[in-house]
């Protein structure tokens, strides 16, 4: 019976995307152009950085400066600073990588990288300053209000999640690596490859679902950022574009890069395939993250403007 239902969602989708195969092809083109022009070159650095510091221990001496913050104020394992300050640089979905590299060398636990995944969801700063504030709402003033209220409810999430799961933080503890630079540098490149590769996958067959329900339903204009839910920049794009107040635009803009739209959450557990993950606090963590960054830009906008 599922090989026959999969079968019929298999031809009803080849059917939309050779009836808009123009259509299909630019989704295409787009998903090639976030990731070659806006994505690839924010991650790139900070991927491979992060890679090599941790093959060199560098976590260790990360964490011992963050111990007290990550231990009593987050409950978790120290070793989460370095996955924490990664991730306010370059966002998201990087902080699924650096989660499951430490994963990987087992400096935290399955719980840790559970509770951390809930709360290091942060938006590149650049892209919030620039792309949202200056591009789309065409005010540096509004980009600035946004990365507050993302950052500062995404921090809020940690402290309402400290008290679900208490590990032992201590006993997480990396022996320095003997391999060569190059040796390190090699299959660190490799890694981002494979994450990069993956995540501009995810985006295009995102951007390609986005187009034939757009073809299906027909939204009105103004309703078309809906179709972040599924991929935050073409939402964004379209709130830009759309004839809402330039207060509603930032509120909804907020919603969205909190929420991160389902492309980012298959990114994030495309990256964590296997690391025994659950999706539904993961998902209830976006949803309040969603709700209380668009509340924070409702009040302070309220208050500024």
């Given at each position: 019976m599922k090989k026959k239902l999969y079968l019929i969602i298999f031809s009803i989708f080849i059917f939309f995307i050779l009836y808009n195969s123009t259509?299909?092809?630019?989704?295409?083109?787009l998903s090639f152009s976030i990731c070659i022009?806006?994505?690839?070159?924010?991650?790139?650095?900070?991927?491979?950085?992060?890679?090599?510091?941790?093959?060199?221990?560098?976590?260790?001496?990360?964490?011992?400066?963050?111990?007290?913050?990550?231990?009593?104020?987050?409950?978790?394992n120290k070793n989460c600073a370095f996955a924490l300050m990664m991730s306010i640089i370059s966002g998201t979905p990087s902080n699924a990588k650096y989660l499951k590299d430490l994963l990987d060398k087992n400096l935290i636990s399955t719980n840790d990288c559970q509770k951390c995944l809930n709360f290091c969801h942060f938006t590149n700063p650049i892209f919030i300053l620039g792309t949202i504030g200056y591009t789309f709402l065409k005010d540096k003033r509004l980009g600035l209000i946004i990365l507050i209220s993302h950052y500062t409810s995404s921090i809020l999430i940690g402290l309402f999640n400290k008290n679900n799961i208490n590990d032992n933080f201590d006993n997480f503890k990396l022996d320095k690596s003997n391999k060569s630079f190059i040796s390190i540098l090699t299959s660190s490149i490799n890694s981002v490859i494979d994450t990069l590769l993956l995540?501009?996958?995810?985006?295009?067959?995102?951007?390609?679902?986005?187009?034939?329900?757009?073809?299906?339903?027909?939204l009105n204009n103004n309703l078309k950022?809906?179709?972040?839910?599924?991929?935050?920049?073409?939402?964004?794009?379209?709130?830009?574009?759309?004839?809402?107040?330039?207060?509603?635009k930032a509120i909804l803009s907020t919603f969205l890069i909190s929420f991160g739209g389902i492309c980012i959450h298959a990114q994030v557990f495309s990256i964590l395939e296997n690391k025994k993950i659950r999706y539904l606090p993961?998902?209830?963590?976006?949803?309040?993250?969603?709700?209380?960054?668009s509340s924070i830009t409702l009040l302070i906008i309220n208050f500024v403007y």
């Open positions: 259509e299909i092809m630019e989704s295409i083109k022009n806006n994505l690839f070159p924010s991650l790139i650095p900070f991927m491979l950085l992060s890679n090599i510091l941790i093959n060199y221990d560098f976590v260790n001496d990360i964490s011992d400066i963050f111990k007290s913050i990550m231990t009593k104020i987050f409950k978790v995540i501009m996958g995810i985006i295009t067959t995102s951007l390609i679902l986005s187009c034939i329900l757009n073809n299906i339903f027909n950022f809906l179709y972040g839910i599924i991929e935050v920049t073409q939402g964004l794009k379209y709130i830009s574009l759309s004839t809402f107040s330039i207060k509603i993961y998902f209830i963590s976006r949803i309040s993250h969603a709700i209380i960054s």
